[in-house]
């Protein structure tokens, strides 16, 4: 394993206790660029994905990343702790609030996190009353014990994480629209393991080399049945692949996992339409026999995971059996509707990418200074030169953006210049009228959508720019960032995204 080619956020001190945060990935190196621009700021983080993917562990890496890293770190599951404790845990109390309190009273979670992190997992357990709580924590930076009227000051960075659907549960009145907002400053998906399969092969060699080390075995596994894991969908996530890893160091007799011992470790997956051969007319008895022979070979391989296995079972030789099967695969792929054009994959990944840079940027912007300036748009406020100073420390530190610019509507409707980047040359006032491609993502922008253009050009150049709303502590949009990108960085990073596709 080429090392090298992973990225990991590490010290010295591994980022988790177990093992390296493993992004080889597109997807996954995508988050791992968002947790080191988190970590540099104190915005509320959101984290969906399915169980087991790893959300404590992109947790755990933005504390790592933090500058508030060395203060608290405090991990709540809320669906772990009963409805009628949840508030005096998390708020704490006064001695004597309620019967049975301790005599001493308690301090509740959020203020032993103070100046650190608070991790809320599960999120969407909280009770509805309690939601509201927790809203106040965010907008008002306090919290009141039970049984107290004085309210203490707290200083806590607020990281959520969930596997539901959150959306649907606003709909649905099962959870607060407003706090919803209010955690999804930003969002960090991670994607399912069976969508990033480029990570499987490191995480089984990092699971063996823990396993090992701790049940003091030498279990390897071949490259073929590496393979094999790879296209296992894994539906448990990073939790499930763990388990299995474990298993297999465990109860291994032999000190090498092979293509043809593998069944032993995971569950068979032969479906339903493999193992029934229906014809339902006559057909031409050699297509008919291409027909049973496509059948057999495929629930073969599915059952012995094995090409030389399902080839002795079948009285095939290895040579024969590889080509039929590689026939077959070719076959099947030509044939699928829905598979996925390399090009599309690698348009999504640089729009990611574009995407989560204006996002943090937008994260990371002062609000009340943003206000200030639209009250008195003027080149002479100091919030202007305060917010352009801001703009161009970002491109500069950045290194890929040609600038970035916050925008706001007027009551005509027209897009005006409130502050940019001291490389644009854009007075406080100043209207925009660029390129339809540009004003539909701007528009979308003061709709709260974030986007990125095609390759437009305008009075400036010819750029790819992406577009996020800026929100003030009520939820309410008051402005857009964006930032350019030159056509140069774009077919450099297209280039670099299709070189690790190949």
């Not at 539901?164 to 629209?177: A, H, I, N, S, T």
């Not at 390399?342 to 943003?370: G, R, Y």
Request: charged residues 25%.
């Amino acid at each position: 394993m080429n090392t090298q080619e992973i990225s990991t956020i590490e010290t010295k001190e591994s980022i988790f206790a177990s093992q390296p945060f493993i992004a080889q990935s597109l997807q996954m190196k995508n988050i791992v660029s968002v947790i080191e621009k988190v970590g540099k700021v104190s915005s509320t983080v959101l984290i969906v994905g399915e169980s087991g993917v790893g959300k404590e562990q992109v947790a755990n890496a933005i504390y790592r990343c933090s500058k508030r890293k060395g203060k608290p770190f405090i991990k709540i599951n809320c669906g772990a702790i009963p409805e009628s404790l949840i508030e005096s845990e998390l708020f704490g109390y006064k001695k004597g609030a309620f019967t049975g309190a301790d005599a001493s009273g308690k301090t509740g979670y959020f203020v032993q996190a103070h100046q650190g992190i608070i991790f809320l997992d599960e999120i969407t357990e909280l009770p509805l009353n309690l939601q509201v709580k927790l809203l106040r924590v965010l907008q008002e930076k306090e919290v009141t014990p039970i049984g107290s009227s004085t309210p203490i000051p707290v200083d806590v960075q607020i990281i959520a994480a969930t596997n539901r659907d959150l959306p649907k549960l606003v709909k649905e009145g099962r959870f607060r629209e407003d706090l919803y907002y209010r955690l999804n400053v930003v969002n960090i998906y991670i994607p399912p393991l069976r969508e990033r399969k480029d990570d499987i092969p490191h995480l089984v060699n990092s699971f063996l080399e823990m396993f090992n080390r701790l049940y003091h075995k030498e279990v390897h596994i071949t490259k073929d049945a590496l393979e094999l894991l790879k296209d296992y969908p894994w539906y448990g996530n990073i939790r499930e692949l763990k388990n299995c890893i474990e298993r297999m160091v465990v109860i291994a007799d032999t000190s090498v996992i092979n293509t043809e011992n593998i069944n032993l470790y995971l569950p068979k997956t032969t479906t339903e339409e493999n193992s029934n051969i229906q014809i339902y007319d006559i057909i031409p008895m050699k297509e008919a026999l291409e027909y049973v022979e496509e059948k057999l070979i495929v629930m073969a391989i599915e059952k012995y995971k094995s090409i030389n296995a399902a080839a002795k079972i079948l009285g095939l030789t290895q040579p024969t059996m590889s080509r039929k099967y590689k026939k077959i695969k070719e076959k099947r792929n030509k044939n699928n509707p829905n598979k996925i054009d390399k090009s599309v994959l690698i348009k999504n990944e640089l729009h990611n990418h574009l995407q989560s840079i204006a996002t943090v940027i937008a994260a990371s912007l002062n609000i009340d200074k943003i206000i200030k300036l639209k009250e008195n748009l003027t080149i002479e406020n100091p919030e202007y030169h305060y917010l352009q100073n801001k703009l161009t420390k970002i491109r500069v530190n950045e290194g890929k953006i040609c600038w970035s610019y916050i925008w706001i509507l007027d009551s005509n409707n027209r897009v005006i210049n409130l502050a940019t980047d001291e490389k644009l040359k854009m007075v406080p006032g100043e209207e925009y009228i660029g390129p339809p491609e540009m004003m539909d993502a701007i528009y979308k922008g003061f709709k709260g959508k974030v986007s990125v253009t095609p390759l437009y050009t305008d009075k400036y150049g010819q750029y790819m720019s992406s577009i996020a709303p800026i929100r003030d502590e009520d939820q309410n949009i008051i402005a857009i960032v964006g930032a350019d990108f030159s056509v140069d960085y774009i077919n450099k990073h297209t280039k670099k995204l299709m070189s690790l596709l190949s």
